[in-house]
């Protein structure tokens, strides 16, 4: 996303990270996943400056907090990936948004070709709600050695590759090997064993349930 580069190094002057994120989830109600399954490994990319903003916007939000529905579902399909291989790992990108944070994810990315890719917060995404989760497989070595399953883009990559749907064309097209295929059939199959969904745009993001269903059930987190 290097056409976004100005508007980061304006935005890094120009706002401050919301901080107390975590003390306010967890009166809400939201569940720290890895206090249900301790085995869960999070990388919060936006707790970090590893995400194409370039700035940490979670401020100290450093664990993954999901709606405890959710969370109980996230637990059953780490379960049944566990199944396939007692190594796997589910790697955890990013789980509970608030709306705060996509405003600023908004404004970096409106007018561009990745608008496609950002939620407008004024009709909300299911991150507000802590209702969907971004991830990906890790396979955990004897050693502690963490390797990530080839996916066949990075995490966040707003490029035709990342898109499930359109796996079948890609892999005729040599665009994705036979292997990152598999390892993201491994994701979802995993995943659907939890009841999530995958969404069609990108490998790594899993729906619990509908936006309209999170806005019915769950408040926000602003």
Same mark, same amino acid.
């Given at each position: 996303?290097?056409h976004?580069?100005?508007?980061?190094l /304006?935005?890094?002057?120009?706002?401050?990270?919301?901080?107390?994120?975590?003390?306010?989830?967890? &009166? =809400?109600?939201?569940v720290?996943v890895r206090?249900?399954d301790?085995?869960?490994m999070?990388?919060?990319k936006?707790?970090?400056n590893?995400n !194409? =903003?370039? =700035?940490?916007?979670? #401020?100290?939000l450093?664990?993954c907090?999901?709606e405890?529905?959710?969370?109980?579902?996230?637990?059953?399909?780490?379960?049944?990936l566990?199944? @396939?291989?007692?190594?796997y790992?589910?790697? @955890? !990108?990013? #789980?509970?948004?608030?709306v705060?944070?996509?405003? @600023?994810? /908004?404004?970096l990315?409106?007018?561009t070709?990745?608008?496609?890719?950002?939620?407008?917060?004024?009709s909300?995404?299911?991150h507000?709600?802590?209702a969907?989760?971004d991830?990906?497989?890790a396979?955990?070595?004897?050693?502690?050695?963490?390797?990530h399953?080839? =996916?066949?883009?990075?995490?966040d990559?707003? @490029?035709e590759?990342a &898109?499930?749907?359109l796996?079948?064309?890609?892999?005729?097209?040599?665009?994705?090997?036979?292997?990152?295929?598999s390892?993201? &059939?491994?994701?979802?199959?995993?995943?659907n064993a939890?009841? !999530?969904?995958v969404l069609?745009?990108? /490998?790594?993001? !899993?729906?619990?349930?509908?936006?309209a269903?999170?806005k019915r059930?769950i408040?926000?987190?602003?």
């Amino acid at each position: 996303m290097t056409h976004l580069i100005a508007a980061t190094l /304006w935005l890094c002057l120009t706002v401050t990270p919301p901080s107390g994120i975590a003390v306010i989830a967890k &009166q =809400m109600g939201f569940v720290n996943v890895r206090e249900l399954d301790p085995d869960l490994m999070v990388d919060l990319k936006y707790s970090s400056n590893d995400n !194409f =903003m370039k =700035m940490d916007v979670y #401020g100290d939000l450093k664990e993954c907090y999901l709606e405890r529905s959710v969370a109980e579902r996230l637990k059953r399909a780490h379960t049944s990936l566990r199944q @396939i291989d007692s190594r796997y790992r589910f790697l @955890i !990108f990013d #789980g509970l948004r608030p709306v705060s944070v996509q405003w @600023i994810m /908004w404004k970096l990315v409106k007018g561009t070709p990745d608008q496609a890719y950002v939620a407008n917060p004024a009709s909300g995404t299911i991150h507000n709600y802590g209702a969907d989760v971004d991830l990906t497989v890790a396979l955990l070595l004897t050693d502690g050695t963490v390797v990530h399953l080839n =996916m066949g883009t990075p995490y966040d990559a707003s @490029i035709e590759e990342a &898109q499930p749907r359109l796996e079948p064309a890609l892999l005729k097209a040599g665009r994705l090997t036979q292997e990152q295929v598999s390892n993201r &059939q491994l994701l979802r199959r995993a995943m659907n064993a939890g009841g !999530f969904k995958v969404l069609p745009i990108e /490998w790594w993001h !899993f729906n619990a349930f509908s936006l309209a269903e999170a806005k019915r059930r769950i408040k926000p987190l602003q």
